[in-house]
């Protein structure tokens, strides 16, 4: 059984700065591709930044240049620090990793979501 944490949403001014961190655990051989998406009412869920495994960050371009993404190895996790954040980064921001847990199985797991809203 393979579980994701999130933690570190909030709320926060804009132009402030917040760090989120999604701590997998449980069954884990391996842990491919991190990632971060994140969600508004009414609208599909979309990808925020993602990194390998040899920790090769990505991200889309509503984000680049204010979030950067890192993910820590030997402590299965994944940050995603915030700076600069705007109303329209307020949402629920979700982990997601690819994670192989046995031999024959590999497969995308999802974090429970935490509450990112920027506003004065």
């Known amino acids: 059984q393979v579980q994701l944490v999130e933690s570190g949403g909030g709320l926060v001014q804009p132009g402030g700065s917040l760090r989120l961190s999604c701590a997998a655990s449980?069954?884990?051989?391996?842990?491919?591709?991190m990632a971060w998406y994140r969600q508004v009412p009414g609208k599909q869920r979309e990808w925020v930044a993602g990194?390998?495994?040899?920790?090769?960050?990505s991200y889309a371009d509503s984000v680049k240049g204010r979030f950067t993404i890192s993910r820590d190895n030997a402590k299965n996790t994944v940050y995603l620090q915030m700076n600069s954040l705007k109303p329209e980064d307020t949402a629920v921001y979700y982990c997601?990793?690819?994670?192989?847990?046995?031999?024959?199985?590999?497969?995308?797991?999802w974090g429970q979501g935490t509450q990112v809203t920027v506003s004065s």
């Open positions: 997601k990793a690819n994670i192989r847990a046995t031999m024959s199985d590999t497969s995308d797991y």
């Open positions: 449980g069954n884990i051989l391996t842990i491919y591709v």
């Open positions: 990194t390998t495994s040899g920790g090769f960050g």
